[in-house]
């Protein structure tokens, strides 16, 4: 069984500056790492996916996460946010072999001018 | 294309009645699931089916859940004597047969029990 952990319940911004996201998991088998992106009152969007290969992964409208196995952790990074980043941010996991996804408990993401 | 659609968007019902969600998923994925979104629990896992069987069910919170999959494709999940606590927000997701395959959300019903 997989476990994850998002570390900040909510993380507040100023418009340009950088933000990072952390997440950190459990699993006995392999993994396949994922982070979705809520708006408000909207469904859940793919921002990435690491499924092997490079450890540092590029998504959409600018944002990175990176892999480190060895502390069983897959952070988010932008490096300089938009006011239209204020959303909820869920890390999901599924095991190899698995394809239900086990979400994290989600951060919320508020950025000020 | 389309993507996965839900019905209703919205649906308050009394205590102890029964009700029925509906899921569309995107044509050509195999795979579709069900998850609930609540305060309290966060987004937790309900079913998944492959094709018109479902092997991992181990979600389903009691046995008044069910769900079945018709044709490959519309799923219905089913709530029998809601209860307060089953009130939440219930997102269907459909991917391709594919191990690490992203899954496509669709928009969720709001299940609100009085």
């Known amino acids: 069984a997989q476990s994850v952990t998002q570390l900040d319940s909510q993380v507040p911004v100023f418009e340009e500056a950088p933000v990072e996201l952390r997440c950190n998991y459990s699993s006995s088998v392999s993994v396949y790492l994922f982070w979705y992106v809520q708006y408000p009152n909207q469904g859940l969007q793919l921002l990435l996916k690491y499924l092997s290969g490079s450890t540092l992964v590029k998504g959409i409208n600018g944002f990175e996460a990176e892999f480190n196995k060895s502390q069983t952790s897959f952070h988010l990074r932008k490096p300089s946010v938009h006011i239209s980043d204020t959303a909820e941010y869920f890390c999901?996991?599924?095991?190899?072999?698995?394809?239900?996804?086990?979400f994290g408990a989600g951060t919320t993401v508020t950025v000020r001018a | 294309g389309a993507g996965v659609s839900q019905s209703p968007s919205n649906k308050v019902t009394e205590k102890g009645k029964d009700v029925e969600l509906r899921c569309d998923p995107i044509?050509?994925?195999?795979?579709l699931y069900w998850y609930r979104q609540s305060l309290g629990q966060g987004l937790e896992f309900l079913i998944y089916?492959?094709?018109?069987?479902?092997?991992?069910k181990s979600g389903l919170p009691s046995d008044r859940f069910s769900a079945e999959r018709t044709g490959g494709s519309v799923s219905t999940l089913t709530i029998q004597r809601t209860q307060q606590e089953d009130s939440a927000v219930y997102l269907c997701?459909?991917?391709?047969?594919?191990?690490?395959?992203?899954?496509?959300f669709g928009p969720g019903t709001r299940l609100t029990v009085l």
């Open positions: 044509s050509g994925h195999t795979a």
């Open positions: 999901a996991v599924s095991g190899q072999g698995g394809y239900k996804l086990s």
């Open positions: 089916f492959q094709g018109n069987s479902a092997p991992d």
């Open positions: 997701a459909s991917s391709l047969y594919r191990e690490g395959s992203e899954q496509f």
